[in-house]
């Protein structure tokens, strides 16, 4: 049962603030979670906090937590409909998706610990789990980085050949490091700077930054496609003009309309025999995402600004077959709840999950649990920095129960 709710402004990697929730249930079994936040943010996701003021959420939660005590803090259904109470606007503007999100997940957390279970096995009934692979940003910029880094926000990799968890870690971060030393010996004035998420943020188009990706990958000795895969997510919304109808990409200096972005994200996936593709069309263009899900079958064509993590916009895209692939972000959703439902609807209609961070973070590493509970093919986590190793240690430290047997396959 839950004996007590605390609420606090914290920061998050970027420095913004954001709200931390502490769950304490029987007194003594201690959930606390500090909400993450997006910089390409969709536009149907929850709003993080309402009138974008985390101390309003903060209030919100003194003014309504009694309703929260005795509540059973496994109970996530009980805890979500309590919320919707406070709320129902569609978008958690009232309260603020962050605290739909960090109170959900710290109950969840304090209820595992009291039941001395770790949170994957609380959120799933399953007996067997497999890892997601994890999927590292190896170098990026868009909204993650500064002026004259690529368009495109991140390329990523990921070792689809990996045995277990600690190998295919330890490739992602070999491939990082190598993309490293090309850049400095490309560049000698390449400082090392990177972006939010821990990828490479160097002054280069986004056809260098590719080739770049690429050619670390074969230095190494990995065959694309085979060992190791690249993937990319293309963010489009973020270079989508409503009012020219074109994709802006101002830092390489080109515009595309609708049917030129598909020829253009679909050449990148040829050429870099892709396993993963994200936004490749802005998040309205259903009708396009379709065009390349049909056209790439064994790629993860995957909906991130485009499904938000929104159930009902999941059911619009299957209905047209829209996306294989769904990144799931709880804090898009708002709830845990929330997430939960948009899971189940991806699982029963073979949209394969790819369950994600945000650009900014904490050091929390809820994610890994929710990755495997919910069967995500893949965990998109970043690369390096404490907040985004954090998500990969946890990973590491659960391979120590016999619950999971080897790795995911796409
Ligand atoms: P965001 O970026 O957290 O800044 O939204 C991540 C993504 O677009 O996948
Ligand atoms: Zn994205």
């Known amino acids: 049962r839950i004996t007590s709710i605390t609420g606090r402004i914290l920061y998050n990697s970027r420095g913004s603030k954001t ?8 007194e003594k079994y201690l959930g606390r979670v500090c909400a993450p936040s997006g910089a390409s943010v969709g536009k149907h996701e929850a709003q993080s906090f309402p009138q974008d003021k985390p101390e309003k959420s903060i209030d919100i939660l003194q003014k309504n937590k009694k309703k929260f005590i005795g509540l059973d803090s496994s109970d996530l259904k009980t805890i979500h409909e309590t919320l919707r109470d406070i709320d129902q606007t ?19 957390e304090s209820a595992a610990r009291a039941l001395e279970t770790p949170m994957f096995q ?32 991140e390329i990523l990799v990921c070792a689809t050949g990996s045995k277990n968890i600690q190998d295919a870690i330890e490739t992602n971060l070999s491939i990082h490091k190598e993309v490293g030393k090309i850049l400095a010996k490309r560049d000698p004035s390449f400082t090392n700077g990177r972006g939010d998420e821990g990828g490479w943020a160097p002054k280069l188009k986004n056809d260098e930054a590719l080739e770049i990706s690429a050619k670390a990958c074969e230095q190494l000795g990995f065959t694309l496609g085979k060992e190791v895969s690249l993937g990319v997510d293309f963010a489009s919304s973020t270079q989508w003009n409503e009012k020219k109808k074109k ?28 396993v993963y593709a994200e936004d490749a069309v802005h998040e309205e263009a259903f009708n396009d995402m379709s065009v390349l899900t049909k056209r790439f079958p064994r790629v993860l064509i995957t909906g991130d600004d485009l499904l938000v993590t929104n ?31 948009f ?22 590493s809820h994610i890994s649990h929710i990755g495997l509970a919910t069967k995500s ?25 016999d619950l999971i047997r080897g790795m995911a396959e796409i």
């Not at 077959?321 to 708002?334: F, S």
């Not at 899971?343 to 929390?364: F, M, P, Q, W």
């Not at 093919?377 to 129960?401: D, F, P, Q």
């Open 19 to 26: 709200i931390e929730v502490d769950v304490i249930s029987d």
């Open 90 to 108: 569609p978008n958690y503007s009232k309260i603020g998706g962050s605290l739909a999100f960090a109170l959900t997940i710290a109950a969840t």
């Open 122 to 153: 609380i959120l799933s009934k399953d007996s067997t789990f497999r890892y997601p692979l994890p999927l590292g940003n190896i170098l990026g910029g868009g909204a993650h980085a500064g002026p004259g880094t690529p368009d495109i926000q």
């Open 247 to 274: 994709y802006v990409y101002n830092r390489a200096g080109f515009e595309n309309t609708p049917e030129e972005q598909i020829e253009f994200a679909s050449s990148i996936i040829k050429k870099y025999k892709l």
């Open 311 to 341: 159930t009902q916009i999941l059911k619009k895209a299957i209905k047209i077959k829209a996306c294989n692939g769904a990144i799931l972000k709880v804090n898009q959703a708002g709830s845990l709840y929330d997430a939960l439902e």
């Open 343 to 364: 899971a189940k609807e991806a699982n029963k209609n073979n949209v394969r999950l790819i369950t994600s961070h945000r650009s900014g973070e904490s050091i929390d």
């Open 377 to 401: 093919k893949m965990l998109k986590v970043g690369i390096i920095g404490g907040e985004r190793i954090a998500k990969l240690n946890e990973l590491v430290r659960l391979s120590e129960y």
